[in-house]
Structure formats: structure tokens, C-alpha cells
């Protein structure tokens, strides 16, 4: 659920991103309304409102008056290159620090890398 | 914007007792507020004097740009919520309902009878014979049902299990959303309503300590914790709140946004860092220390 370690409404965006990226919410298709996620998660829907407008201004949903949200069409693509510039700082660049707090080398960190490959199939 | 209330230099003393020190603020209309403060900080007094229960000693209040004793129109759009209401003893929950639809202009008899289900209330039993947890229900129903433009709940929750509190933030939110209005919870559950405040009132000692928007408060504070002297390296020319140490490991609580530069600045230390919530913010806030207050007053 949500928590505090960042703004609320950072977090309701990320969330919907995570949903079109995953394929839960397909492009053009619509969002749930503010009050919506305001009741789900139990927040103030001006925060979940502020959380849909970060999304609107990046171009990934957009406004169909008096009808709603709608994921924009090229927004799955659009949302899969911002994680993947953000993945090195946020994964690799951590994960190698604490690998070398650990002591463990390269070749070891591979080795793990590749033993995950399993865990997935 | 709309101003709901206003509020200028208010203060309530009781001889030479002085309970509310020159309080200064105004609510804009459709935002949930929530007024915070510690038992007898004197959040009370405050919401009965700006609903005309009780005469400030000095200073204005305004509500919807008008002055309030004796003034019915604007009392009648006001619905003030409190931990024990009191009730005539003959009274049935049916009757309380009645008298709320002759009250209130916005009263909706069928969403009250829908939040009557949802709290699982028996109408034609006695106020009297009803249990705390019921009794707070009632409360609840009649502060939603009335739709007030101005409604208050001030700890409207005395005997209700989590699930009943559940219910009522889920109405809440969900009735706000369909008819916006401003609504103020005061409480000390504050972790169960932060997520739900737009912005925030904290009384201290009978003075308001912070007016501000939800989301600003919690980026006023985080916390780092790790060996003692590499905290103390951190905190140094640092607002710190508060300093806890066991054996060779500390933690502390700073003042601060918590932006790039700082959160670099912990990892090479290789100091935790986690967030603090509002709720543990204004617990450190409050306990009364000369040093905290000059901490807020930066």
C-alpha cells in the first residue's frame, strides 16, 4: 500500500504506470476517476487528482471531456524508457555498492545474476 | 479562494487560565482539514467557539463571511460532530434522524438510512440503551447524512473497532468525493487520517504550531540511523529533533527536506535513512522541550 517514504501522489503515478506497463490498463483505455482511487487507497482525492495530473503532463493519460482518463496511445513504450534509463541508477548502481561492501566480487555477482535467471522460469 | 472560516487573534481564557493564545487561520471551501494537537492542547475550545458553543475572550471569528451567535443561516450550515454527544434520554435513533432532516437543508434520508445499514445500527432503539461504539455511529451517520458545507468531527470515534473506522473513512471519502465539502477531523489516530488531510492544523498549549499543506509536512523530517559517531557527523549544523542511542548504533531524527544532496550525503556516511511520519513528526513536535519549539519556529 501506499507509505511514507515518498509524496503520496508520486506514488498513486507510479502505481498507474506500473499497471500500464504490466498491461493492466491498455492504451486508450480508461482510468479509474479520481475519487476512485481517492476511496481504494484511502487518500485525499486532491492527492490522487495531483497523481493523475503528473501522468497528464508527461503525456501518458489524457483528458476526454466529461468522460474521463484515458492511457494515451504510446505511453506503455514512452513509460518502459523511463524505467529502463532509471533502472541502472536505481538497481545496479546499489546493488554494486553493496556487493563491494560485502566483499563479493564481479565474477560472483554474475554467477548470482544468472542464478536469478532460474528463480524467473 | 472561498474562505469558510476566519479566524483573527482569537483567544479563550478561563480567569487567569489562558486556554487559546491569539489563533490565526482560514479554511478554504471543499478541502478536509485536520486539527491535531495533544489531549487538552485545547482543540476543543477552539471548534466550539467557531461553532458558536462557546464565547471566545477576544479576537473574531467568520464563518462563510458572516458573524455566528444567533445567526441561524449559518448555523445551519454547519454540522459539529463531538466525542460524547448528548442526546434527550426519551430519544430513539429514528428520532435523531427526524430531527436532523428539519435541521439541516442538505440532510439525504436515504444515504442515512443506507450508512445506518453499513454501522449496522438499530433505529428504534433507545439513545440511552446504545453502546459507546453505537452511540459514536450515530454521530458518524448524522455528520455524513447532514452534508453539511462545514462539517467537524472532532474524535467522533470513542468505542469504535478498526473495522467501524474502516467504514467510516471509506464513506467519507467516497461522499466527499460526490459532494465536496469542507470537512475537519480532529483526532490523535493521526497515522489512520494523514493520508486523507489536505492540509494541516497542530494546536500546541493552546497556539497553533503549524498551518500547512499535508504533503509539505511530511517532507519536513526523516530520520538516519547507524554507528553513533557517523550519525553525530551528520547531524552536525543540523536541526535535530530528536537523538536515540543504543549501545554503539544511533538514530535521529533531522529536520530537512530530504532532497538528492542530503540523501548522498547519508549514503556515504552509509547511514540509513527512512521517512518520518506525520504522526511521529508531531509526537516530537509536541513533547514539550524549549529546544523542539525553536526547531519549528525556524
Same mark, same amino acid.
Given at each position: 500500500?501506499?507509505d511514507d517514504?515518498?509524496?503520496?501522489?508520486?506514488?498513486?503515478a507510479?502505481?498507474?504506470?506500473?499497471?500500464?506497463?504490466?498491461?493492466?490498463?491498455?492504451e486508450? %483505455?480508461q482510468?479509474?476517476?479520481?475519487?476512485q482511487?481517492?476511496s481504494f487507497?484511502?487518500?485525499?482525492?486532491?492527492?490522487?487528482?495531483k497523481?493523475?495530473?503528473?501522468?497528464?503532463d $508527461?503525456?501518458i493519460?489524457? !483528458? !476526454?471531456r466529461?468522460?474521463?482518463?484515458?492511457?494515451?496511445?504510446?505511453a506503455?513504450?514512452k513509460l518502459?524508457k523511463?524505467?529502463?534509463?532509471?533502472?541502472?541508477? $536505481?538497481?545496479?548502481?546499489s546493488m554494486?555498492?553493496?556487493?563491494?561492501k560485502?566483499g563479493?566480487?564481479r565474477?560472483?555477482?554474475?554467477?548470482?545474476? $544468472?542464478?536469478?535467471?532460474k528463480? #524467473?522460469? | 479562494?472561498?474562505?469558510v472560516?476566519?479566524?483573527?487573534?482569537? @483567544? +479563550?481564557s478561563?480567569?487567569h487560565h489562558?486556554v487559546?493564545h #491569539?489563533?490565526?487561520?482560514?479554511?478554504?471551501?471543499?478541502k478536509?482539514?485536520?486539527l491535531?494537537?495533544?489531549?487538552g492542547?485545547?482543540k476543543? @475550545?477552539v471548534m466550539?467557539?467557531?461553532?458558536?458553543?462557546?464565547?471566545?475572550?477576544?479576537g473574531?471569528? !467568520?464563518?462563510f463571511?458572516?458573524?455566528l451567535?444567533?445567526?441561524?443561516?449559518?448555523?445551519?450550515q454547519?454540522c459539529?460532530? +463531538?466525542?460524547?454527544?448528548?442526546?434527550?434520554?426519551?430519544f430513539?435513533i429514528?428520532d435523531?434522524?427526524d430531527?436532523?432532516?428539519?435541521f439541516f437543508?442538505?440532510? #439525504?434520508r436515504?444515504?442515512?438510512? /443506507?450508512?445506518?445499514?453499513d454501522?449496522?445500527?438499530p433505529?428504534?432503539?433507545?439513545i440511552?440503551?446504545?453502546?459507546?461504539?453505537?452511540l459514536s455511529?450515530v454521530?458518524i451517520?448524522?455528520?455524513?447524512?447532514?452534508r453539511?458545507?462545514l @462539517?467537524?468531527?472532532d474524535?467522533?470515534y470513542?468505542?469504535?473497532?478498526?473495522?467501524?473506522?474502516?467504514?467510516?473513512?471509506d464513506r467519507l471519502?467516497?461522499d466527499y468525493?460526490?459532494?465536496?465539502?469542507?470537512?475537519i477531523?480532529?483526532t490523535?489516530?493521526?497515522?489512520?487520517v /494523514? !493520508?486523507?488531510?489536505?492540509?494541516v492544523l497542530?494546536?500546541?498549549?493552546?497556539?497553533?504550531? *503549524?498551518?500547512e499543506e499535508?504533503?509539505?509536512?511530511?517532507r519536513r523530517?526523516?530520520?538516519? &540511523?547507524g554507528?553513533? +559517531?557517523k550519525?553525530?557527523?551528520?547531524?552536525v549544523?543540523?536541526?535535530t529533533?530528536?537523538r536515540?542511542a *543504543?549501545g554503539g548504533?544511533?538514530q &535521529?531524527i533531522?529536520m530537512? #527536506?530530504?532532497?538528492?544532496?542530503t540523501r548522498? $550525503?547519508?549514503k556515504?556516511?552509509g547511514?540509513?535513512?527512512?521517512?518520518?511520519s506525520?504522526?511521529q513528526?508531531?509526537?516530537?513536535?509536541?513533547?514539550?522541550? %524549549?529546544?523542539? +519549539?525553536?526547531? *519549528?519556529?525556524?
Amino acid at each position: 500500500m501506499i507509505d511514507d517514504s515518498r509524496p503520496i501522489y508520486v506514488q498513486i503515478a507510479e502505481r498507474i504506470e506500473n499497471d500500464i506497463i504490466e498491461g493492466g490498463l491498455l492504451e486508450e %483505455s480508461q482510468v479509474p476517476s479520481t475519487n476512485q482511487f481517492a476511496s481504494f487507497y484511502q487518500i485525499n482525492p486532491a492527492t490522487a487528482g495531483k497523481g493523475v495530473n503528473l501522468l497528464v503532463d $508527461q503525456g501518458i493519460l489524457y !483528458k !476526454k471531456r466529461g468522460v474521463g482518463m484515458f492511457v494515451a496511445t504510446g505511453a506503455r513504450e514512452k513509460l518502459i524508457k523511463k524505467r529502463r534509463e532509471l533502472f541502472f541508477e $536505481q538497481y545496479v548502481v546499489s546493488m554494486i555498492h553493496e556487493a563491494e561492501k560485502l566483499g563479493i566480487t564481479r565474477e560472483e555477482l554474475t554467477k548470482m545474476i $544468472q542464478k536469478g535467471d532460474k528463480i #524467473d522460469e | 479562494m472561498n474562505k469558510v472560516i476566519e479566524v483573527n487573534h482569537l @483567544t +479563550k481564557s478561563y480567569g487567569h487560565h489562558t486556554v487559546v493564545h #491569539d489563533v490565526n487561520f482560514s479554511l478554504e471551501a471543499g478541502k478536509i482539514y485536520g486539527l491535531l494537537g495533544r489531549n487538552g492542547a485545547g482543540k476543543t @475550545t477552539v471548534m466550539k467557539m467557531i461553532t458558536a458553543q462557546l464565547f471566545p475572550t477576544s479576537g473574531e471569528i !467568520k464563518v462563510f463571511g458572516e458573524n455566528l451567535y444567533e445567526n441561524r443561516s449559518v448555523l445551519n450550515q454547519v454540522c459539529f460532530i +463531538k466525542e460524547s454527544q448528548k442526546y434527550p434520554d426519551i430519544f430513539r435513533i429514528a428520532d435523531v434522524l427526524d430531527l436532523c432532516s428539519s435541521f439541516f437543508p442538505n440532510w #439525504d434520508r436515504e444515504y442515512a438510512d /443506507s450508512l445506518i445499514e453499513d454501522f449496522r445500527l438499530p433505529v428504534k432503539r433507545r439513545i440511552k440503551k446504545l453502546s459507546r461504539g453505537m452511540l459514536s455511529s450515530v454521530g458518524i451517520v448524522v455528520g455524513l447524512a447532514s452534508r453539511a458545507p462545514l @462539517t467537524i468531527f472532532d474524535e467522533p470515534y470513542l468505542g469504535l473497532d478498526a473495522v467501524a473506522r474502516s467504514i467510516f473513512y471509506d464513506r467519507l471519502l467516497e461522499d466527499y468525493g460526490t459532494h465536496p465539502r469542507t470537512i475537519i477531523l480532529s483526532t490523535h489516530l493521526i497515522d489512520e487520517v /494523514s !493520508k486523507m488531510l489536505e492540509h494541516v492544523l497542530v494546536i500546541d498549549d493552546g497556539r497553533l504550531m *503549524i498551518n500547512e499543506e499535508a504533503e509539505a509536512i511530511r517532507r519536513r523530517a526523516f530520520s538516519v &540511523a547507524g554507528p553513533s +559517531k557517523k550519525v553525530d557527523a551528520f547531524t552536525v549544523g543540523r536541526e535535530t529533533l530528536s537523538r536515540e542511542a *543504543i549501545g554503539g548504533m544511533a538514530q &535521529a531524527i533531522v529536520m530537512g #527536506d530530504l532532497n538528492s544532496k542530503t540523501r548522498s $550525503q547519508a549514503k556515504e556516511l552509509g547511514l540509513e535513512i527512512n521517512p518520518v511520519s506525520m504522526q511521529q513528526l508531531i509526537i516530537h513536535l509536541t513533547n514539550h522541550n %524549549s529546544q523542539r +519549539k525553536a526547531a *519549528i519556529n525556524q
